[in-house]
């Protein structure tokens, strides 16, 4: 089993930076798919970045286009947590954000809630206009 716990969330003005972690617990998860999800008011839990192995010495890295050029996935598999660098952050980015792992070998970033095994509580993220 694996816990998750997120943290680093808050409330932010327009264009602020906030940096979001996942701490591991339980197993380490530098072989797992690794993801960051949000859930805005209304909507469907959506894929935002996340880390895929190639069960070598690669990970992938993707992100959703909406947050491309603004956040940065990050792991630090000596701390067994992973990172999300949010800048320039919009109030569309306002939303619950999710750490997700998987623990198979794809060969790619799953950006399914489905794929994911293990999740965290969630840690809000509240962008002010």
């Known amino acids: 089993q694996v816990q998750l716990v997120e943290s680093g969330g808050g409330l932010v003005q327009a264009g602020g930076s906030l940096r979001l972690s996942c701490a591991a617990s339980g197993r380490p998860i530098s072989n797992y798919g690794v993801a960051w999800f949000r859930r805005a008011p209304g909507k469907e839990r959506a894929f935002v970045a996340g880390s895929g192995w190639d069960g070598g010495y690669t990970y992938f890295v993707d992100y959703a286009d909406s947050v491309k050029g603004r956040f940065t996935f990050s792991r630090d598999n000596t701390k067994n947590t992973v990172y999300l660098q949010m800048n320039s952050l919009k109030p569309e980015d306002t939303a619950v954000y999710y750490c997700?792992?998987?623990?198979?070998?794809?060969?790619?970033?799953?950006?399914?809630?489905?794929?994911?095994?293990?999740w965290g509580q969630g840690t809000q993220v509240t962008v002010s206009s």
């Open positions: 997700a792992a998987d623990p198979r070998l794809r060969g790619k970033v799953p950006m399914t809630p489905d794929e994911y095994d293990y």
